[in-house]
């Protein structure tokens, strides 16, 4: 989710395809543009599985748009629960100009 005045300069509209990253990763979701969100901001909801463009190579692009791959994975709120800490980062949104790429992440390996 995206506000729509944070749209506007990146020519993004509602349904595109947007590319999130930041220094730990990347990831592409899809834009649900609209006013009732805080400018500024993005939401990138949990659930989506890890679905890596180039599987086994550092720094490629969840296909999936799992925003664990950009957000900070360290256990910090305690010694015995282990969670990690609140999910949120500093990310840049831009419009992914090439054709969506297949997701594979439910598709069985071949035997």
Same mark, same amino acid.
């Given at each position: ?5 944070? @749209? ?8 595109? %395809? *947007? &590319? ?11 834009? *649900? %543009? ?7 901001? %993005? =939401?990138? &909801? ?19 748009? #799992?925003?664990?791959?950009? @957000?900070?994975? *360290? ?12 999910? @949120?980062?500093? *990310?840049? =949104? ?13 598709? #069985?390996?071949?035997?």
């Amino acid at each position: 989710m995206i506000n729509t005045k944070d @749209t506007a300069d990146r020519g993004i509209a509602n349904g595109d %395809v *947007v &590319h999130l990253f930041n220094s730990r990763g990347q990831a592409l979701a899809a834009a *649900v %543009v609209m006013d009732n969100i805080t400018q500024g901001t %993005v =939401v990138l &909801h949990e659930g989506a599985w890890y679905d890596p463009q180039e599987s086994g190579e550092i720094g490629t692009f969840d296909k999936e748009g #799992s925003p664990n791959t950009l @957000t900070l994975d *360290v256990p910090l709120t305690s010694g015995y629960a282990q969670a990690t800490i609140a999910e @949120t980062a500093i *990310v840049q =949104v831009e419009k992914y100009a090439e054709a969506a790429p297949k997701m594979t992440a439910y598709t #069985s390996p071949e035997a």
